[in-house]
């Protein structure tokens, strides 16, 4: 069974760094859609970023394109998120996510079915 995990979330000053680090176990996800998320408190998860299996494909969320990036290790088993320029707005509980399916090549996110327990990233002076 396909587990993923989040690490690398903290406290960071508006424009600074974080790096996102999601790492599965129980069965490989190189041949998954996988993607970040993200939920604020009061507001409804949304999507972040994702990537094909191949890496030929990215989707970026318009208010983190040209600050995040996605990327993937398939034979590590990983997907990272670089976080540069936070703002506060940022604040969220982060998610990774894999799509099992293989219908889109970057499916919504209710497409989505594999999820981490989340971790907290906050961005305040």
């Known amino acids: 069974q396909l587990r993923l995990v989040e690490s690398g979330g903290g406290l960071v000053q508006p424009g600074g760094s974080l790096r996102l680090s999601c790492t599965a176990s129980?069965?490989?996800?190189?041949?998954?859609?996988m993607g970040w998320f993200r939920q604020a408190s009061g507001k409804e998860r949304e999507y972040v970023a994702a990537?094909?299996?191949?890496?030929?494909?990215?989707r970026y969320e318009d208010s983190v394109k040209g600050r995040f990036t996605i990327s993937r290790d398939n034979n590590m088993n990983t997907v990272a998120l670089q976080m540069n320029n936070l703002k506060p707005e940022d604040t969220a509980v982060y998610y990774c996510?894999?799509?099992?399916?293989?219908?889109?090549?970057?499916?919504?996110?209710?497409?989505?079915?594999?999820w981490g327990q989340g971790t907290q990233v906050t961005v305040s002076a």
């Open positions: 996510a894999a799509s099992l399916g293989r219908a889109w090549d970057i499916p919504g996110l209710q497409d989505f079915h594999v």
């Open positions: 129980g069965r490989a996800i190189n041949a998954y859609a």
């Open positions: 990537i094909n299996w191949s890496e030929t494909n990215t």
